[in-house]
């Protein structure tokens, strides 16, 4: 059974902090990662995606990808209280390109 | 920017009557998907769609689900004789290039069964 796995929060950071989330995922072939924000009662929004070791950035975001550690996480740099959400990891599972999603990390950005 | 369009945005049902969920995906995109959202879980894949058929789908996706691409722009899923258990947020996605790309989800389709 693949998993994603995610810390369910809540984090809470001050504004203008910068906000570190994480993720594991237990298929060591999986290829690519993605991130996406989930306001309550909305649907998923893709913030990044990630297919390489190493970090690619995109304005406030950055994501880390680990292969050998089986690890991807998110920064948001200067973050806003708009950014406050759930933001959920996802992997691509099947050879149709299906997503196993993690349970998300709920972050609150305080004023 | 280019939109999945996912109608109605709310239904209710009686427990035992049918229900289909209603999509238009992106118009240049090959792929789609349904996916379910039961409300304080993850999201849960339920079955992609390429080249008219099904290309996977999960252990949920049983019996009483049925989906359909009936011309050229609409995808369809169909519950059949609902349960209390399949209330829940239904998205639709599509993609171009699934894996190589981020997916495009709808908006949802909250479905409240009584």
Not at chain 2, 3 to 28: D, F, W, Y
Request: proline share 4%; hydrophobic share 30%; charged share 20%.
């Amino acid at each position: 059974q693949k998993e994603v796995e995610q810390n369910s929060g809540p984090l809470s950071v001050p504004e203008g902090a910068i906000a570190s989330l994480n993720c594991t995922y237990s298929d060591r072939v999986s290829q690519s990662f993605f991130w996406y924000r989930q306001y309550s009662g909305k649907s998923p929004e893709l913030i990044m995606s990630i297919y390489s070791n190493g970090d690619k950035e995109d304005g406030r975001f950055t994501a880390q990808l680990n292969k050998a550690s089986q690890y991807v996480s998110l920064l948001i740099r200067d973050s806003q209280p708009s950014d406050s959400a759930t933001y959920l990891c996802a992997v691509r599972g099947g050879s149709q390109g299906n997503l196993i999603f993690g349970k998300g990390t709920k972050l609150s950005v305080k004023p | 920017e280019p939109e999945v369009t996912q109608t109605p945005s709310h239904q209710v049902t009686q427990m035992g009557q049918e229900v289909i969920l209603r999509c238009v995906p992106i118009s240049n995109h090959l792929y789609f998907y349904w996916y379910r959202q039961i409300l304080g879980q993850k999201v849960e894949f339920l079955v992609s769609f390429y080249n008219n058929e099904i290309s996977e789908k999960s252990e949920i996706f049983d019996d009483q689900f049925s989906v359909e691409r009936p011309d050229g722009s609409n995808f369809t899923l169909k519950i059949r004789s609902t349960k209390l258990e399949d209330s829940a947020m239904y998205f639709c996605a599509s993609s171009g290039t699934p894996g190589l790309s981020g997916y495009t989800f709808g908006s949802g389709t909250r479905l409240t069964v009584v």
